[in-house]
């Protein structure tokens, strides 16, 4: 007799045991594959914040479960205060994350800590620069299944305008570190596109074949001018020889709940810009 492949989840919709990407029913599958998204996340508790750039942990979530199944494993080059290991744990996938600044690295060893996971989710402090020696170091030898991160947005937090005012008022930072090898710190537009495509070069080593990436960036604007550092992101990568990401797509984060700040009022153009990029890359060698 033939062996059962579709499995009715009720409300969830149909998963089929052919799947080869994740645990998702088709109805859910084909809800993420929209090109947008509004994402509304639970309140966060008080006292969890101290971070100037969060992704909320439900929206990587989203992510993860998209691109990976229960028990793969999760990379995360910039890991901040930790949403990704967060978001990893909670969804039963392994996960190991890298981040530079010590307080910031503190935090999500606290908040992995408390959650007491199945899983192996591995905050690691350091550069991703050196990410392949740092992972191999720290005995960590298997491929990532996936990556999803978000890296500096160039020089943004260090730019003196209104948004980094009520990042001030709110006790947030306006810098992530002073130290050279962090890529926020990088002066020259073209140089930081460089150096972040260097650390994907060895993101791609270090992920598994058919295994995906998630970039989450945006066009910053700076001295009068807009900076197309999503844009230049996404074609950076595809452009590293035998390194090269084959990027797949772009899901517009739409940002509808942020307060419109009084921009080039009665002056000039300044957009508020209140939406993001999620690049989808893909690791495609052929044999
Ligand atoms: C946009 S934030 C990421 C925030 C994170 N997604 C979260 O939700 O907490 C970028 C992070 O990259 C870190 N960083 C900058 N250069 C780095 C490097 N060379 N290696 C590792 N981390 C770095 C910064 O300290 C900062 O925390």
Redesign the pocket.
């Known amino acids: 007799m033939k062996k059962k492949e579709i499995i009715d989840l009720g409300e969830r919709g149909k998963y089929s045991l052919k799947n080869k990407i994740n645990n998702l029913t088709g109805k859910e599958w084909i809800k993420f594959t929209k090109s947008w998204f509004i994402h509304r996340p639970p309140r966060r508790n008080g006292g969890e914040i101290l971070?100037p750039?969060?992704?909320p942990e439900t929206l990587v979530e989203d992510f993860i479960k998209f691109f990976t199944k229960e028990n793969d494993w999760v990379f995360e080059?910039?890991?901040?205060?930790?949403?990704?290991l967060i978001a990893a744990g909670n969804s039963n996938r392994n996960c190991v994350g890298?981040?530079?600044?010590k307080n910031?690295f503190k935090t999500s060893v606290i908040r992995v800590k408390e959650r007491k996971y199945k899983k192996k989710v591995i905050p690691l402090n350091g550069?991703?620069?050196k990410l392949r020696s740092l992972l191999s170091e720290n005995g960590i030898k298997n491929k990532f299944d996936y990556t999803i991160t978000?890296?500096?947005y160039w020089n943004q937090l260090e730019r003196n305008n209104l948004r980094q005012k009520v990042r001030d008022e709110l006790g947030l930072d306006t810098k992530?570190?002073s130290a050279k090898?962090?890529?926020?710190n990088i002066k020259n537009y073209e140089d930081f596109i460089e150096e972040q495509a260097k650390i994907f070069d060895q993101v791609y080593d270090v992920t598994k074949n058919l295994g995906y990436l998630t970039i989450i960036t945006n066009n910053v604007y700076f001295k009068g001018r807009l900076f197309p550092l999503a844009f230049d992101t996404a074609k950076s990568l595809t452009q590293r020889g035998e390194k090269s990401w084959v990027l797949k797509d772009e899901k517009i984060w739409l940002q509808d709940d942020k307060p419109l700040l009084a921009l080039g009022v009665n002056n000039a153009w300044v957009g508020n810009r209140h939406h993001q990029y999620c690049l989808i890359f893909r690791k495609e060698v052929n044999d």
């Open positions: 971070h750039a969060k992704f080059p910039f890991m901040g205060t930790g949403s990704t890298i981040e530079l600044q910031y550069d991703s620069g978000s890296p500096p992530y570190s090898n962090d890529l926020g």
